[in-house]
């Protein structure tokens, strides 16, 4: 990106992603520095990720927003573009990316909306569409909330911008692959609601899930996705039980 003096990190987190983190990285050559931070792969993460012309820093993994964190203070570029392992970058997104760090419009950040497959289908619903993202930070204007260890949320110092291209994510493309992704989430996130104070009941795990079907299906709008999206509603209410059900753990309620 050397049409602008602002330099360009594109940063992917990971952590056992060989076998599809090449695709990702192959679509953020553009940038100025490419970086992986990998948390002691097993696999050929590493590998990979070297052989695709990425710098490798390996740190040991604490949880997402705390992995953010160390990037922003890290990684010397004037901007941090974040990318998971799952998603791609189209050349329209990367394009805007660059004309918007350009324009030195005064944002601080950028929110990417974000196309999601899940189940080998594109979801317009259930809070998977438009999926806003805020991936486009510039370093020294936000921190990650230490609160929210997973499905992490920039304090951002300024104003932020909206992009118009879409990020592609590939999602679970089978029951057990989502179950699988959000039972990993299950203690972070129960960590986290008991970090912000957030006081559990007994009832909480059936009426917290309960919640989460209804907000999926009807507020979110999961009905325009037909049985995909009646699937994602029901699995995601049963995580919010898991999640519950730990936080009630976590506290110790007797009631």
Known sequence: MNKSKSSVAAVVIVMNEGHRIARCLERLQWADRLVVVDAFSTDDTVLVAEESGAEVLQRRWVNFA???????????????????????????????????????????????????????????????????QLRVIKRGCANFDTTRPVHEIAIVDGQCGHLRAHLIHHGPKSIREFRARQDSYVELQAEGLNMRGVRARMHSPISQAIREWFRRMIVLKGYRDGQYGLLAACLMAEHEFKVYRNLVHIQGHTD
Do not use: T
């Open 66 to 132: 705390d992995q953010r964190n160390f990037v922003l203070q890290n990684v010397e570029a004037d901007w941090v573009v974040f990318v998971d392992a799952d998603e791609i970058m189209p050349s329209n997104l990367a394009d805007e990316i660059c004309e918007a760090i350009i324009s030195d419009s005064g944002f601080s950040a950028y929110w990417i909306p974000r196309r999601n497959n899940i189940f080998g289908h594109e979801m317009f619903g259930a809070g998977w569409y438009p999926d806003y």
